[in-house]
T-cell receptor, first 111, second 112 residues
Framework: QKEVEQDPGPLSVPEGAIVSLNCTYS??????FMWYRQYSRKGPELLMY????GNKEDGRFTAQVDKSSKYISLFIRDSQPSDSATYLC???????????FGGGTRVLVKP | NAGVTQTPKFQVLKTGQSMTLQCAQD?????MYWYRQDPGMGLRLIYY???????DKGEVPNGYNVSRLNKREFSLRLESAAPSQTSVYFC???????????FGDGTRLSIL
């Protein structure tokens, strides 16, 4: 079993819809959680970074962390065709050097 | 604001050839990382350097060596390339252990 599980998709939504992405993890030692966006032939770009359980909002993006359930989510409001990309969740332990990634979810926002 | 810069962007090698991938960051970060990304395998850590002067193995270090040249630069070397090393290689850096990593745009390496 993988430490971090993420549905690979693809997830296809119409423009303007809310995109809902999530990851589950098994290791309770993970303390820091991130979402990256990766466009084709580009590197992962940091979108959201959270430490504590709860919600964090940045523009159209909201990240949720539920440490008790070992579950993290990313919501994209008013989705745009430019949001079409692969979204990777990632996490690491306190003072840890190793990022553990989910496999990524491919999102397609149709005009 | 360049961030993390990787060179070259693309390379084709023959089996047995050697190659050094270069990475430089301009964010004054202490730690630097090398990953490979393969379909179905996700991103896997090859080597990292927690601070200038130190390097450590990650999950998949076999067939690779690294050098932390200075605080800015961290290179990855393939001494004798094998087809199994065909991949996209990403370099990343971060400032302190409680901060996220920032990635470059990758080097696409094909080994024939």
């Amino acid at each position: 079993q993988k430490e971090v599980e993420q549905d690979p998709g693809p997830l296809s939504v119409p423009e303007g819809a809310i995109v809902s992405l999530n990851c589950t993890y098994s290791n309770s030692a993970f303390q820091y959680f991130m979402w990256y966006r990766q466009y084709s032939r580009k590197g992962p770009e940091l979108l959201m970074y959270t430490y504590s359980s709860g919600n964090k909002e940045d523009g159209r993006f909201t990240a949720q962390v539920d440490k008790s359930s070992k579950y993290i989510s990313l919501f994209i409001r008013d989705s745009q065709p430019s949001d079409s990309a692969t979204y990777l969740c990632a996490m690491f332990k306190a003072a840890g050097n190793k990022l553990t990634f989910g496999g990524g979810t491919r999102v397609l926002v149709k005009p | 604001n360049a961030g993390v810069t990787q060179t070259p962007k693309f390379q084709v090698l023959k089996t047995g050839q050697s190659m050094t991938l270069q990475c430089a960051q301009d964010m004054n970060h202490n730690s630097m990382y090398w990953y490979r990304q393969d379909p179905g395998m996700g991103l896997r850590l090859i080597y990292y350097s927690a601070s200038e002067g130190t390097t450590d193995k990650g999950e998949v270090p076999n067939g690779y060596n690294v050098s932390r040249l200075n605080k800015r630069e961290f290179s990855l070397r393939l001494e004798s390339a094998a087809p199994s090393q065909t991949s996209v290689y990403f370099c990343a850096s971060r400032s302190t252990p409680d901060q996220p990593q920032h990635f470059g745009d990758g080097t696409r390496l094909s080994i024939l």
